[in-house]
């Protein structure tokens, strides 16, 4: 395949063999020609036949497998694998097990080509829960070999939304001016400017287990001057798949006080203080505590810093 692609579409996997065929089998139906987009398969030495998948996929896909020792969880190094690598302007993540609608890149490319400044897209997914108490019903009534008609008929009955769909609700599809909007940037289906996300750091490989790193991703994005926007049309279908609930959101609650080590703002501290209830509200508790913004924040202590060195070379 020749010219440089428009999307580079970047996929952490780990003996998931069977649901990786599901999403590149999905990437072979996009209505964004082949051409115009390179996928990048980041796998964290897997023991089954993920490199076979792969490879079977390349007489289709503009696709590259990239492997490295096993050691731990690590889908944060995975990314910034493909991050490294990616030829494109725009760097869409999907993870491994996500099967896309049709129109899902066309719906990334379309959020980013639609605005004159830089954005992190958050595609919608239908499916997506972090504890899928409901998994059986779900194989069972959802033809997730038929990713739009599944789609279609998700949207009509209003059955397994996105987990995220209450956030939307509450505030509507446009929520870019709340004082955290970083909140709901899941890298289960989403993108950035590769240039940008290169530029904030990456994926911060200090993150262990589930959770957290994309959402710290999402908050340098936000600190960088990227506009979180929702795109619906960068619709996905999560594929059940067995999650450890509890020690997921142990796992999480660690990465979450790593970050308020990390940042230090009170906007950040609440995510370590705060019930995982009330996760979806705590734009509300920013406001009602009146909770300075943390890009001013950041921005004075930056400053600050700037003065101290200035004085120094003085």
């Known amino acids: 395949?020749?010219?440089?692609?428009?999307?580079?579409?970047?996929?952490?996997?780990y003996n998931r063999a069977a649901l990786l065929t599901q999403t590149l089998r999905s990437l072979t139906r996009q209505t964004l020609a082949p051409h115009r987009f390179e996928v990048l398969v980041?796998?964290?030495?897997?023991?089954?036949?993920?490199?076979?998948?792969?490879?079977?996929?390349?007489?289709?896909?503009?696709?590259?497998?990239?492997?490295?020792?096993?050691?731990?969880?690590?889908?944060?190094?995975m990314r910034n694998t493909g991050v490294t690598h990616a030829r494109a302007e725009i760097s869409v993540f999907v993870d491994s097990g996500v099967v896309l609608h049709s129109g899902c890149l066309g719906g990334h490319l379309a959020a980013h080509r639609a605005s004159g400044e830089p954005v992190?897209?958050?595609?919608?997914?239908?499916g997506f829960a972090p504890d899928p108490k409901d998994a059986d019903e779900f194989l069972s009534t959802v033809d997730v070999s038929d990713p739009d008609k599944a789609m279609a008929r998700l949207r009509e009955t209003g059955r397994w939304p996105d987990v995220r769909e209450f956030f939307y609700e509450k505030y509507g599809d446009d929520f870019a001016d709340l004082p955290a909007p970083w909140l709901v940037y899941w890298t289960v289906n989403a993108s950035a400017r590769t240039s940008q996300v290169r530029a904030v750091g990456m994926f911060d490989e200090a993150f262990h287990g589930w959770g957290g790193e994309d959402l710290d991703l999402g908050y340098r994005l936000y600190l960088d001057g990227a506009r979180l926007v929702l795109s619906r049309a960068a619709a996905a279908l999560d594929i059940p798949h067995p999650k450890n609930f509890?020690?997921?959101?142990?796992?999480?609650?660690?990465?979450?006080?790593?970050?308020?080590?990390?940042?230090?703002?009170?906007?950040?501290?609440?995510?370590?203080?705060?019930?995982?209830?009330?996760?979806?509200?705590?734009?509300?508790?920013?406001?009602?505590?009146?909770?300075?913004?943390?890009?001013?924040?950041?921005?004075?202590?930056?400053?600050?810093?700037?003065?101290?060195?200035?004085?120094?070379?003085?």
């Not at 089954?48 to 996929?57: I, N, R, S």
């Not at 006080?257 to 703002?265: A, C, E, L």
């Open 120 to 126: 992190a897209v958050c595609g919608y997914v239908f």
């Open 42 to 77: 980041c796998d964290d030495g897997s023991t089954d036949d993920t490199a076979d998948v792969v490879d079977g996929f390349s007489d289709q896909l503009d696709v590259r497998f990239f492997t490295s020792p096993h050691e731990g969880f690590r889908a944060g190094r």
């Open 1 to 13: 395949m020749t010219g440089e692609p428009e999307l580079s579409v970047i996929v952490p996997t």
């Open 246 to 314: 509890d020690s997921n959101m142990e796992s999480a609650g660690e990465n979450y006080r790593y970050m308020v080590r990390k940042y230090g703002t009170p906007v950040v501290e609440l995510l370590s203080t705060s019930d995982p209830d009330v996760f979806f509200d705590l734009n509300d508790i920013i406001r009602e505590r009146g909770l300075p913004a943390c890009r001013d924040l950041l921005a004075g202590r930056r400053h600050s810093v700037d003065d101290i060195d200035a004085a120094v070379e003085r």
